[in-house]
């Protein structure tokens, strides 16, 4: 995954360190949609929104609750 975006300057270090944990491909095919869901947003809200600490975080508080809704899955 690139820490760039289409058209655009790189990303803040502390916004590409981060989008990198919202990788999906590694899990299990019946926990990809649940973390793919929190994936795209994540990528959405960076490719959309100034650098920031609001920006960081929110994908810090996204990436809790992705793992918290990857652990419900399993239930």
Known sequence: MSDLTEGRTPRHPGTASLLKFFAYDHLPPHLQGTSKACHDLAHKM???LASGPELTVGLRKL????DC???ASLS
């Open 46 to 48: 960076a490719d959309e």
């Open 63 to 66: 990436l809790e609750a992705k």
């Open 69 to 71: 809704f990857v652990r």
